[in-house]
Structures are given as structure tokens and as C-alpha cells.
């Protein structure tokens, strides 16, 4: 049975910086948030045995990976991995990309992934060379965390209905969301099992909203610039949907020199 829908797979530290932690942590929080009812694994919250890590792996039906520094290096990372590889997990890449705050460049993650988990592996999780695998970047700034957090919700979801979509045609059970997350749809019923597990651009994640409008704890500007195509259709959405939206209007100049002002 599935008793998680995401498996959060990252390693503690590495070379004395925290390299995934305080992310997955932030990460675990924002999707409770985002997706009511998902029901996450985190080796803090649910790790009663280490012996087990294979058998949790095996319980979750999504594993996401929080990639940064020394990720293939750790012994237990390298577990999990290798289970999900197994069991013919569902995966989803997380990347975290600041060195000053444990991360890695893709290409030394890559490079890692073959060293240490041989080829295999490394398609397992990147994807074919002419076909990667969608990779999140992972954003410590907090405005630009919810961007990465949408990210993930709608690839988690893609992924979640894909598997569903499979065992159901198996007469299989699975693990569900609780019934908040049909805010998370495809976008066309014509879309096919493979198109829904790569393409999470066909699912849309829609938070709720009381009343059916946006209800900001302050005021918000929008500055929209008159030469920004299609930003006037997004500013007339946004002001039919939420309170306390403050919109400025500009038009961009351009001097003798090339350089801008509003």
C-alpha cells in the first residue's frame, strides 16, 4: 500500500554546510499548505527505523529529490534512490543551484550521479540525454520560494495522477488526495497517461479563496507598463479577483542612448 504521496530524499550536510535540511523542512510546510490532504515523508517527522528506508521508499508513490551538494555521496540518499529506482517510483527534481548554502551546479550533480550510481541511475533520474527530466529550482528568497513551490505542487500532482491513471486501469488502489486537491486538473481529458507524468504544464493548481476572491492582509501595488503585451489582460484578471489592488500604469521611454525610464 501507498502510504505517502511524496518521499522527500535529500542528505543532512555536507562538508560542514546544511545541504538540505532547513529546504526540505521549508518544502515539507509550504506543500501541506499549498495541497491539503497530501501526506508527506520527511526522516524527521516519519523515520521510526533505519533498516526500513527501503520499505518507506517502497510505501510512497512519488519521490522527490532535493538535489545538492554530496547528494550521491551519501550512503542513505543513495538508498532511496536506488529503492525508487527499484519499485519504479514516479520522480521529481528539486535543485538547489547556491553553493554558499549546500548546493551544486547540475552538470557536478550529474557528473556525481554516474560516478557514484552508474549510468543507469543517472537516466533513471535525469531522463535520456534527448529527453531530461524537468528540474525545480529551488529559490531561498521567500517571495520566489512560492514559485518553486508551484512548480513542484503541479509537477507532484502530474505525477500523483499518472500513477493513479495506472493502477486504476490494473484494478489497483491508491493512495488519494483528500478532496481540495481537484483544484488540480488537467487541462484536457484528451491527454494521455505519458503526456500527464512529463508535462506538468497540462495541470493547473488553483488555491481556494473565500468567496471566490483574493483577500490580501495589505495593500499591493502593480506597476504595468503600457508596452508589455498581454500585461493589461493579466492586470484586468487580477482586479476582477482581488481586494486592495493598487495598479500604476506606465509607458517606457527609451532616450537618445538607449537607456529606459519610467
Known amino acids: ?132 527530466r524537468p528540474v525545480v529550482t529551488w529559490h531561498h528568497d521567500t517571495g520566489f520560494q512560492w514559485v518553486s513551490l508551484r512548480l513542484v505542487a503541479e509537477q507532484l500532482c502530474a505525477l500523483l495522477a499518472a500513477e493513479q491513471r495506472t493502477r486504476a486501469s490494473s484494478g489497483e488502489d491508491t493512495l488519494r488526495f483528500s478532496a481540495d486537491v481537484e483544484a488540480c486538473r488537467p487541462a484536457t481529458t484528451e491527454a494521455t497517461q505519458e503526456n500527464i507524468a512529463r508535462s506538468a504544464a497540462d495541470f493547473e493548481l488553483i488555491a481556494p479563496r473565500p468567496g471566490g476572491r483574493l483577500h490580501p492582509s495589505m495593500p499591493v501595488r502593480l506597476r504595468v507598463s503600457t508596452n508589455n503585451p498581454g500585461a493589461e489582460d493579466v492586470t484586468r484578471a487580477l482586479q476582477s479577483a482581488c481586494d486592495r489592488l493598487d495598479v500604476t500604469r506606465f509607458e517606457w521611454e527609451v532616450g537618445p542612448l538607449g537607456e529606459g525610464s519610467a
Open 1 to 132: 500500500p501507498h502510504r505517502h504521496h511524496v518521499f522527500l530524499s535529500h542528505r543532512w550536510a555536507f562538508r560542514g554546510r546544511n545541504s538540505g535540511q532547513d529546504q526540505v523542512a521549508v518544502l515539507k510546510r509550504m506543500l501541506l499548505q499549498a495541497l491539503p490532504g497530501v501526506q508527506v515523508f520527511l526522516d524527521v517527522d516519519n523515520l521510526d527505523d533505519l533498516e526500513r528506508l527501503e520499505r518507506y521508499v517502497r510505501e510512497s508513490t512519488v519521490l522527490l529529490v532535493l538535489l545538492a551538494g554530496g547528494y550521491f555521496e551519501s550512503t542513505n540518499c543513495m538508498r532511496e534512490a536506488r529503492a525508487a529506482m527499484r519499485f519504479g517510483k514516479r520522480a521529481l527534481l528539486v535543485h538547489n543551484p547556491d553553493v554558499d548554502r549546500g548546493g551544486a551546479s547540475l552538470d557536478e550533480l550529474r557528473k556525481s550521479c554516474e560516478v557514484h550510481g552508474g549510468s543507469q541511475l543517472r537516466e533513471y533520474l535525469f531522463g535520456p540525454a534527448e529527453e531530461p
